[in-house]
């Protein structure tokens, strides 16, 4: 049999829907292919780096390395502003959400949560509910709960971490806080710095990017759960130091400025504050810039007394938005520099460059004489001297020194209101300063096109319009400096962290306002003023010649007459001036409300201070020298022949009491100052009782003559503070003495008399 044949098998066709369907998904499955062949293609080339970066990103944790900020120093290299090392303390609330599951999961039965806000709490007087709400935040790892802590509260931290093992839940951070050495010195021009660290007022902002440094950063690797890892992504960069900042401004200086601004704005009642200002005339140096009331760079964010009390009878709830508000407006106003940041009206210390101006354009004689009336009609509005009654006939040297309103207009009138105006902006009234502190403002004037004769009779003793305390020093400093405008500053220098010089103050070129003979004339003038019978002599200091002028503004309310605004301007010594002292109170209340009473008594006193630390020694004249004071000599333990010859040699007269060969007591004590003329010491001897006690008088009011007698009559002795060399001049009187009358003090003790000029040589009104 032959084999069989096999059967062929028949094969359908596939359907058309098939074919096509496997086509599409084939298509698919490529393109898809294809597009993550090219995203993983691209991925490697092109966004290499930029995705590596994000996975770096995600894998570590960035923390800034702050830079140690630069220093401030006086011209003395005093410190002003520094750094010093508090700590940071703050949770890690991820790491330690880990260690609880942890613990948990151990059955360790311990409570992180627990531990660390009862612990932590009472450590950093915290509450310990805020520090569990802290702690819950587990999306963080690193939330900061105290800043500025100090170095004993760090460690014990460091205690409660080391006993609970709690080394990465709470970290303790050493950073670099500001600190100010001498608290309120200068408040307002120095500044101080915020939280960040960063500049926030004075030549804290001003100068932040050169204190401020570079900040460096450390790099580290975590986990998932927010530990270290160490790779290649580690990296560590240092911070770079802050440059140092060596300013013009003088501690001692400052200090007594400080001090007789703030006693000018007690004593006088004011109410907008007091300002002051100290500068070398010459260089336009700043020594001491101060306003009052000030505040504390270590605590800026408390406010001054007055403030707070505005604050506590506004009757706003502490939870008021409106409350907010004025808490915020009263730290602004507290903060705010005076002496550049606002304009006053300088009165009758603008006659300084009025007369200037007339000298240099040769439009009055010295000697040339005018008529005041008490008024001047100015196209049909009459305008008032301070003296309504007029001063009568008085050449413009006395017009000057006596401030007489109308003899300043008809000079300012004789010079026109387009010649006026040219000296205005020689003298830099114009512009701004350049002062190198933030926020400085300008005058207040009416424009040139606009300026009448009226505008200009009034502007030409000071009333009307406004100017910064700035720009009114550093415009009486050019005709004090003999007629060149210079640059007012704060900062001499700045050195990098090893003390090398980036940077040094210099002036550019000086503007000329006026010739160097009319700057010698002007002085002259102004220095009669002070030591002879001018409206300035309450500015006058013994052994000095000082240039001074005061005013008495009135501020323009809308519709009526404001409050005043009292200043005094002085510069020494008046025949070769190196420094200018200015003094403002804003709307002083108590007493006479004049500059001549409100201000310049505190110039003066800035200047006996300042001028001898400056290393300007007083030159006596022969009358100063017969009025001196005299310091009592210390005679106790002396036999009787030495001491009766010390206290003649020192012109005290001599009473003795007792018998014995050494001197037991004496009356007054060694090294208190007294009057030389009448000057008399108690001299005890043996076991002898000292004299009977005596009531002291009081003399507030009396003339200094009067005074005088009354304290040599009752067995005391006599000290003077004030006007020494105007003790006979008419208007003088007493206004203080250093113990209350109807005291019983031992018969000899000295008497302290402060005396005044309450003439009112100054007010200005328009």
């Avoid at 926030?200 to 690797?221: D, K, S």
């Avoid at 009263?330 to 304009?343: F, V, Y």
């Avoid at 005058?443 to 000071?462: C, H, M, P, Q, R």
């Amino acid at each position: 049999m032959g084999k069989p044949k096999s059967k062929k098998a028949s094969v359908e066709p596939a359907a058309p829907q098939i074919v096509k369907r496997s086509l599409i998904l084939l298509s698919v499955a490529v393109l898809l292919f294809v597009g993550l062949a090219s995203r993983i293609l691209i991925l490697q080339t092109v966004g290499y780096a930029k995705y590596e970066q994000k996975v770096i990103d995600q894998i570590t944790t960035e923390s800034q390395v702050r830079a140690a900020r630069g220093r401030i120093y006086d011209a003395n290299g005093n410190l002003l502003a520094d750094h010093i090392t508090s700590y940071r303390i703050f949770l890690a609330p991820h790491r330690i959400a880990y260690a609880q599951s942890e613990a948990n999961r151990n059955g360790e039965g311990i409570d992180y949560s627990q531990i660390i806000s009862t612990r932590l709490s009472g450590i950093l007087n915290l509450d310990a509910e805020h520090l569990r709400e802290e702690i819950a935040k587990t999306r963080y790892l690193d939330r900061t709960v105290a800043r500025d802590v100090d170095e004993a509260t760090a460690n014990r931290v460091r205690e409660l971490i080391r006993d609970y093992s709690l080394q990465s839940m709470i970290g303790v951070e050493a950073v670099n806080t500001r600190y100010y050495p001498y608290g309120s010195l200068a408040a307002q021009t120095i500044g101080f710095t915020g939280s960040d660290g960063a500049g926030l007022y004075g030549l804290e902002y001003y100068y932040n990017e050169q204190l401020a440094g570079e900040n460096g950063r450390y790099i580290t690797a975590r986990d998932a759960r927010g530990n270290a890892m160490p790779d290649e992504y580690e990296e560590f960069s240092a911070a770079t130091p802050g440059c140092d900042l060596h300013t013009t401004l003088d501690v001692f200086v400052q200090s007594a400025l400080d001090e007789q601004v703030k006693t000018a704005y007690i004593e006088a009642g004011g109410k907008n504050r007091a300002a002051g200002i100290v500068m070398n005339v010459q260089t336009g140096a700043i020594l001491g810039m101060s306003t009052y009331p000030d505040f504390d760079l270590n605590d800026p964010w408390t406010l001054d007394g007055q403030s707070a009390e505005k604050l506590s009878q506004s009757g706003l709830s502490k939870d008021s938005a409106e409350y907010a508000a004025l808490r915020r407006e009263l730290l602004m106003t507290m903060w705010s520099n005076k002496t550049i940041t606002e304009s006053y009206i300088p009165g009758s210390t603008f006659k300084i460059m009025t007369a200037a101006m007339a000298l240099e354009s040769d439009v009055v004689r010295l000697e040339e004489t005018f008529q005041c009336t008490g008024s001047k009609n100015v196209l049909g509005f009459n305008i008032h001297c301070h003296k309504r009654k007029g001063h009568g006939t008085l050449t413009f040297v006395e017009g000057i020194q006596q401030s007489c309103n109308p003899v300043l207009m008809s000079v300012g009138l004789r010079l026109g209101g387009d010649r006026f105006y040219e000296y205005l902006e020689r003298f830099g009234f114009l512009g701004k300063t350049g002062v190198d502190l933030p926020g400085e403002g300008g005058s207040v004037l009416i424009s040139k096109e606009n300026f009448t004769d009226l505008d200009l009779a009034i502007y030409s003793f000071g009333q009307n319009f406004n100017v910064t305390l700035l720009q009114q020093i550093t415009a009486v400093s050019s005709v004090a400096n003999g007629g060149y405008l210079v640059t007012p500053h704060l900062v001499d220098s700045i050195t990098d962290a090893n003390g090398n010089v980036v940077w040094q103050f210099e002036e550019s070129e000086k503007r000329q306002t006026v010739s160097l003979e009319t700057c010698q004339t002007v002085s002259q003038i102004l220095m009669d003023g002070v030591s002879g019978d001018g409206g300035a002599k309450n500015a006058y200091v013994a052994g000095y010649r000082i240039a001074a002028k005061t005013g008495t503004s009135q501020k323009k309310n809308v519709g009526s007459i404001g409050e005043y605004v009292c200043s005094t301007i002085a510069y020494a010594p008046a025949d070769n001036p190196q420094y200018a002292v200015i003094i403002i109170v804003d709307e002083p209340t108590a007493g006479i409300l004049y500059g001549s009473t409100v201000a310049a008594p505190y110039v003066g006193a800035v200047m006996e201070t300042i001028l001898p630390h400056l290393g300007i020694e007083p030159v006596y004249s022969a009358e100063e020298l017969e009025n001196r004071t005299v310091t009592a000599p210390d005679c106790r333990n002396l036999k009787r022949e030495d001491a009766v010859n010390t206290c003649r040699k020192n012109g005290l007269e001599i009473v003795t009491v007792g018998e014995g060969e050494l001197v037991t007591a004496q009356s007054p004590t060694p090294g208190t100052v007294m009057e030389k003329e009448n000057g008399k010491i108690i001299l005890y001897f043996g076991q002898s009782p000292p004299l009977g006690s005596v009531t002291v008088p009081n003399v507030v009011g009396k003339t200094p003559k009067e005074a005088n007698q009354m304290l040599i009559d009752a067995g005391l002795n006599i000290s003077v503070w004030g006007l020494r060399n105007h003790a006979g001049s008419e208007g003088v009187s007493v206004i203080a003495q250093s113990i209350p009358p109807g005291s019983e003090v031992p018969r000899g003790t000295v008497v302290e008399i402060t005396l005044r000029s309450l003439t009112d040589e100054d007010l200005d009104e328009s």
